[in-house]
């Protein structure tokens, strides 16, 4: 039988009770097999990822675990992401994606693909002799230098490899998932094999190197070795698990502080993850708490009202959310996916229904809305400007890390709709139509509902025979306050609180028994976190939006260029949004359903101006290949001319600036300046004022990207505060430019345009321009914020 991680782990830590490491968790989910969903968006959403998954070529995702193994590839590489670096990422992910799948469907075209993915890795690992599987382009050579102490990391690379570290925790997690989920004893041992090579890896490491390695963008290989420490019940492997923690960021949220502002948000999520399974298998409350910290401030201070984080990949300042407003690079679906893992272990270990209010959040909004109903493909960022849009992926062309945890996303829905406390208690979390076999308890549980488009689901029972025990029902924080009502075979019964968050009826159960749960549901308001006068509509748990225009969709399906993940069509003037006026505050009040049409919405009353007054808010998992509003600007009737004015001068500047940018680089961010060939040497990144920047004593440089040969300018952003530094830019090799940065009296960011030679517009000029900054010993180049390259002013 198919078994899940908890249940797995958990039975083989009960073989080891010597080791001490507490007792195993009260609270259990089910196994994924143990749940088959019903027709909803949630099956058909799981369908169309099968459909995607089953059209990528396994040789394929496999050339790259070849290559490195040093045994003929039996098939091309793919492109994208998969062979310009990150080679193999992919393959890690799909084989967790395989394992969800097949757990959630026992589809049999996904058993036999599961089953020869892993094979053919394990005539890679065994083609390597000592336990290594990746597919990380010259692996072995550069594991070997890190093994030798030699360590050359940076926020994206190691020893000049793109993010290996992260690369390689996807294999470990897909060996893992493929034992913990889909029940391959053969996964199980070939992880251990690898975690037994990294631990041989690292043996004569320093603590401090190799936090000096954890600078480089690493996943969450701290949870993989937590979960080995579990299944086999060896201490050595929880050891590992706690030094291949990063302690910069542990450190902070320890002791309750919120340094996240301008950390790449998907770099550290995975780290605090694997926080809570440090503490789950060790037994350390304080790397709980640090866990849960992390948790309330992401949640709480960096959310929107879709369940999604980060801007430009990053964590924008908690009380600024205008980037978020401005950007076409909202939240990125990978930072979701792992803030639903976080939640789901932080619900496991302590029960609070708020990670689950956060869980159905997120699910319903930001992950069923990140893959195409259609056509299938998948969206890395999600914007909330005002009248933008998403790009999806397609199948034999874009391998973004948001497709690979796309293909995962939509074979787990069933994880947590369930939940169990020992024999005794049956926890309902989701209500989404789905068949629960609790197998030890001769249960069956069939939920049956249209929820959302209905407020009430109804839960049918079939036992073989008769049983006491307690089934409790959650309480969503979105139901109001004593109007959760429950029937069971048609009568009203009294319910009580035995668990909070929750409703629960204990008494002897027959098969036959039917439970009817009441979820009326009502239109909130929800502002920014920042407070401004931005608001989004949330009716029950499903966030609201309007479609505003189906025009200049440039890009909407992704091909293969490296940034055609984002939705670099026109952007709409902000100011030119509609805009809502409300005479009070409840601005929800305005909202009013559309009869005969569920969860439809109109907002007329609010509206201002005619071209978007007729508008419909819908649940945004059904707006696709579409412009659409998220957020609203709202006013009062007298503040209306002057809101007006201030979005049309914040928004003017910067659509005239992105008219004129043919390419652009923001120096300290990750993507972006790996999207850019970044390199340098003797060089550091930090930010300021909420703005990232990169220096050097010695030099760093980028490729900007000039195929129409128009750039006539390069724009370079600094700050004020920087003095007495002394620097060249070259440009394909020429001198642009020598600078002598002497500050600005106003100590603010300042731009400097320096003109490109003629000779860059000639026809037969490189299409390709490497922007160096280099250092006059013993200066300092930079520090560095923008670099553009710019067409001439219209």
């Given at each position: 039988m198919l078994t899940n991680k908890k249940n797995l782990l958990l039975g083989a830590l009960?073989?080891?009770?010597?080791?001490?490491?507490?007792?195993?968790?009260?609270?259990?989910?089910?196994?994924?097999?143990?749940?088959?969903?019903?027709?909803?968006?949630?099956?058909?959403?799981?369908?169309?990822?099968?459909?995607?998954?089953l059209a990528l070529s396994p040789d394929r995702l496999l050339a790259p675990y070849r290559a490195a193994a040093g045994l003929p590839p039996t098939a091309q590489n793919y492109g994208n992401w998969e062979n310009t670096g990150l080679d193999g990422h992919m393959g890690g992910h799909y084989l967790s994606a395989l394992a969800y799948m097949y757990a959630a469907t026992g589809d049999a075209q996904v058993q036999q693909r599961l089953t020869y993915f892993i094979d053919q890795l394990e005539l890679c690992q065994q083609k390597s002799g000592d336990g290594y599987l990746g597919g990380v382009p010259g692996g072995p050579a550069m594991w070997a230098q890190v093994k030798a102490g030699n360590i050359k990391a940076n926020s994206f690379g190691l020893n000049d490899k793109w993010v290996p570290l992260y690369n390689l925790h996807k294999t470990f997690a897909g060996l893992r998932d493929a034992y913990a989920v889909a029940g391959s004893a053969k996964a199980r041992t070939m992880l251990i094999k690898l975690t037994d090579w990294f631990l041989d890896l690292t043996a004569n490491l320093s603590d401090a190197q190799l936090q000096d390695m954890m600078r480089s963008e690493h996943?969450?290989?701290?949870?993989?070795?937590?979960?080995?420490?579990?299944?086999?019940?060896?201490?050595?492997?929880?050891?590992?698990?706690?030094?291949?923690?990063?302690?910069?960021?542990?450190?902070?949220?320890?002791?309750?502080q919120d340094v996240l502002n301008g950390m790449h948000a998907n770099t550290q999520i995975p780290k605090v993850i694997g926080f809570e399974r440090v503490a789950e298998v060790g037994g350390d409350p304080a790397w709980a708490g640090a866990a849960a910290f992390f948790w309330k401030t992401v949640v709480e201070n960096r959310t929107v009202s879709i369940g999604g984080n980060s801007v430009s990949e990053h964590f924008n300042p908690a009380d600024n959310f205008a980037s978020m407003l401005?950007?076409?690079?909202?939240?990125?679906?990978?930072?979701?996916?792992?803030?639903?893992?976080?939640?789901?272990?932080?619900?496991?270990?302590?029960?609070?229904t708020k990670y689950l209010d956060y869980y159905e959040r997120a699910t319903y909004n930001h992950i069923l809305s990140s893959q195409h109903p259609g056509q299938g493909g998948f969206v890395y960022f999600t914007p909330m400007r005002p009248r933008h849009y998403r790009v999806y992926?397609?199948?034999?062309?874009?391998?973004?890390?948001?497709?690979?945890?796309?293909?995962?996303?939509?074979?787990?829905?069933?994880?947590?709709?369930?939940?169990?406390?020992g024999q005794q208690e049956l926890l309902v979390n989701?209500?989404?139509?789905?068949?629960?076999?609790?197998?030890?308890?001769?249960?069956?549980?069939?939920?049956?509902?249209?929820?959302?488009?209905?407020?009430?689901?109804?839960l049918r029972l079939a036992l073989k025979k008769p049983r006491t025990f307690a089934l409790s029902i959650r309480q969503p924080k979105w139901v109001p306050a004593g109007q959760l009502l429950v029937q069971v075979n048609g009568r009203p019964v009294a319910t009580s609180a035995a668990a909070p968050g929750y409703v629960t009826l204990t008494r002897k159960w027959r098969s036959g028994d039917v439970v009817s749960v009441?979820?009326?549901?009502?239109?909130?308001?929800?502002?920014?976190?920042?407070?401004?006068?931005?608001?989004?509509?949330?009716?029950?748990?499903?966030v609201l939006a309007a479609v505003t225009d189906t025009t200049d969709l440039a890009g909407l399906r992704a091909n293969g260029a490296r940034m055609a993940h984002v939705p670099n069509g026109p952007l709409y003037p902000i100011e030119e949004a509609p805009v809502l006026v409300s005479e009070g505050p409840d601005v929800a009040a305005g909202i009013r359903p559309v009869a005969g049409q569920p969860l439809t919405f109109t907002a007329a009353g609010l509206i201002d101006g005619e071209r978007y007054r007729n508008v419909q808010l819908v649940p945004f998992a059904q707006i696709q290949d579409a412009r659409y509003m998220v957020y609203w600007p709202v006013t009062t009737p007298a503040g209306l001319v002057a809101r007006k004015d201030e979005l049309r001068r914040k928004d003017q500047?910067?659509?005239?600036?992105?008219?004129?940018?043919?390419?652009?680089?923001?120096?300290?961010?990750?993507?972006?300046?790996?999207?850019?060939?970044?390199?340098?040497?003797?060089?550091?990144?930090?930010?300021?004022?909420?703005?990232?920047?990169?220096?050097?004593?010695?030099?760093?440089?980028?490729?900007?990207?000039?195929?129409?040969?128009?750039?006539?300018?390069?724009?370079?952003?600094?700050?004020?505060?920087?003095?007495?530094?002394?620097?060249?830019?070259?440009?394909?090799?020429?001198l642009l430019q020598t600078v002598r940065l002497e500050g600005n009296p106003q100590g603010d960011f300042y731009d400097v345009d320096y003109a490109l030679p003629a000779a860059f517009q000639k026809p037969d000029a490189p299409t390709a321009l490497t922007v160096k900054f280099l250092a006059t010993a013993p200066s300092t180049a930079g520090s560095v914020y923008d670099v553009r390259l710019l067409r001439p002013t219209p």
């Open positions: 009960c073989l080891v009770p010597a080791l001490g490491w507490g007792q195993a968790a009260k609270l259990q989910s089910f196994p994924v097999a143990a749940v088959r969903l019903l027709d909803s968006p949630f099956r058909e959403a799981q369908q169309t990822d099968l459909a995607y998954m996943g969450g290989l701290n949870e993989i070795f937590a979960d080995v420490a579990e299944l086999t019940g060896e201490h050595k492997y929880l050891v590992l698990a706690q030094r291949f923690s990063h302690q910069a960021v542990l450190g902070p949220l320890l002791a309750g401005e950007s076409t690079e909202g939240p990125e679906t990978c930072n979701t996916y792992n803030m639903l893992k976080l939640s789901k272990e932080l619900y496991l270990a302590g029960g609070a992926s397609q199948p034999q062309e874009g391998f973004w890390c948001c497709v690979g945890s796309g293909l995962e996303n939509h074979g787990k829905y069933g994880e947590l709709v369930y939940a169990h406390r989701l209500f989404i139509p789905s068949a629960l076999t609790w197998a030890e308890q001769g249960l069956t549980l069939t939920q049956e509902t249209t929820f959302p488009r209905e407020e009430r689901t109804q009441a979820l009326p549901m009502t239109t909130t308001a929800e502002y920014l976190p920042d407070h401004t006068s931005w608001v989004s509509f949330v009716h029950g748990p499903v500047e910067k659509r005239a600036l992105e008219a004129r940018t043919v390419d652009y680089v923001a120096p300290g961010e990750q993507q972006p300046e790996s999207d850019h060939g970044f390199e340098g040497q003797q060089t550091e990144t930090g930010t300021f004022r909420n703005r990232h920047w990169r220096r050097a004593t010695g030099w760093f440089s980028y490729q900007l990207r000039n195929p129409q040969r128009a750039a006539r300018t390069l724009r370079v952003t600094y700050a004020g505060g920087d003095k007495n530094r002394n620097f060249n830019i070259l440009v394909n090799g020429v």
